[in-house]
């Protein structure tokens, strides 16, 4: 799309953990940088998004936060207004900026029609103006009986059939169809595309975390994620390094921005008597803390699986099984292949077995001998597609607007390896 200005909408509830913010983010750096005149607005509910760095020609809108209680249910995170109240203006200025902003593009992340149907409106405005309409998926969504409910009580599937243009899935068939087991038809399958992992990248500018570079020794990194649910795990852990004065190598462990900070005290005492353990809660560098490290024990959500086979890391994930079983299922089909090790936290947490498998982590086969065509031509494709959606123009002229330019077309998608009803860039 050179010489023309393009304009990229995507929206991400973000009710809770870094997952979503830190996928779009990574597609949104990713767009902004193949093309300089294209812009990308984010939409989001994350209190992190402002700690993380975009590159020139991205900026975002963050609308009210909300959090998930443990019953299912969501409150507003910080305003003292009831959740109807919150959701409407959530709802209101998702459309408004959808309206204003007048993209050319609108990719949805993972929730098909916004967190209780925020999205909607700004869908159903769009798809009247003709603009492009896509839903972005992770790899694994949850067991697929568990999502075929969760999507018929949100009535999903007519907006799968009747709004979207295309399904992009960020990984690939051989590891998992997020689609796999749903009664869909064949209109709605025909327009999922699969794009691989998504390569993740060190920053830029950002600062090497202080843990990483106050040491020389090999480290093993610790990291739960965004940390709402990753006590067990680094309970887990410390358990083992206290029951296993031995293990060779120390540990960097980063709670998660989310952890509670009773938590994160105690973990913080256990592991401040404990020679080689350092702890931290939260770095927007993480990358620079696990490239440095000997290997990475996680809770296996989707962007650290991605920053695991990005930065080529021997790993042993222990994923957790609720609410939804994503991770496990992400962790039972990569250990399959052959890319990392995995604990199943449900047959017991004896501090012993994570101390055999803190030991043995630096054996471990590295994911990059496993041999998966495409595994991390994510972003690229991702690209790819975004340029053939706009490849021409669909925004009806504004007064706001600049004089239309003739629009380059993209290159042709080759379609490589898919099954029947699938396609793969």
Not at 258 to 277: H, I, Q
Not at 416 to 423: E, I, L, N, S, W
């Amino acid at each position: 799309m050179p010489g023309t200005k393009k304009r990229v909408l995507l929206y991400s509830h973000d009710s809770f953990g870094l997952g979503h913010v830190s996928r779009c983010r990574t597609i949104a750096n990713a767009i902004a940088e193949a093309d300089k005149s294209v812009s990308v607005l984010i939409i989001s509910g994350s209190p992190m998004i402002g700690s993380y760095e975009f590159r020139s020609g991205i900026d975002f809108v963050r609308v009210p936060g909300m959090v998930k209680l443990l019953n299912g249910e969501y409150d507003s995170a910080n305003l003292r207004v009831d959740v109807g109240h919150t959701l409407e203006m959530r709802s209101r200025i998702i459309r408004d900026t959808a309206d204003i902003y007048r993209p050319d593009l609108f990719i949805v992340d993972k929730e098909p029609l916004g967190l209780r149907g925020e999205v909607g409106p700004a869908l159903h405005l769009l798809k009247e103006r003709g603009t492009p309409l896509v839903l972005g998926l992770r790899d694994v969504m949850d067991d697929p009986a568990k999502l075929a409910a969760e999507w018929e009580r949100k009535n999903v599937v007519p907006a799968l059939r009747d709004l979207y243009d295309e399904i992009w899935t960020y990984g690939l068939p051989q590891i998992n169809d997020p689609l796999e087991g749903l009664d869909l038809a064949p209109s709605i399958r025909h327009k999922t595309v699969f794009t691989g992992y998504l390569r993740r990248e060190l920053p830029r500018h950002a600062d090497v975390p202080h843990a990483a570079a106050e040491t020389d020794s090999p480290y093993i990194l610790v990291t739960p994620g965004g940390g709402g649910d990753g006590v067990d795990l680094v309970d887990w852990v410390l358990s083992a390094y206290e029951t296993d004065r031995g293990i060779p190598y120390g540990a960097v462990i980063v709670f998660g921005p989310f952890m509670a900070a009773t938590a994160r005290d105690a973990f913080r005492d256990r592991a401040a008597r404990l020679r080689n353990v350092r702890t931290l809660t939260f770095t927007n560098n993480l990358g620079a803390l696990m490239e440095r490290a000997a290997g990475v024990v996680a809770m296996g959500g989707y962007n650290t699986f991605c920053e695991i086979l990005s930065f080529n890391k021997r790993a042993v994930i222990v994923p957790r099984t609720r609410p939804r079983l994503e991770q496990f299922i992400r962790a039972r089909a990569a250990r399959d292949a052959g890319l990392i090790e995995m604990l199943d936290a449900e047959r017991g947490r004896e501090p012993q077995v994570m101390a055999t498998a803190l030991r043995q982590l630096p054996q471990q086969g590295l994911p990059g001998d496993v041999v998966i065509p495409g595994l991390l031509d994510g972003l690229g494709n991702v690209w790819r597609l975004v340029a053939r959606q706009c490849a021409h123009p669909h925004r009806r002229p504004s007064p706001l607007d600049e004089p239309a330019t003739a629009v380059a077309a993209a290159p042709a998608l080759a379609t490589v390896d898919a099954p029947p009803g699938r396609a793969r860039v």
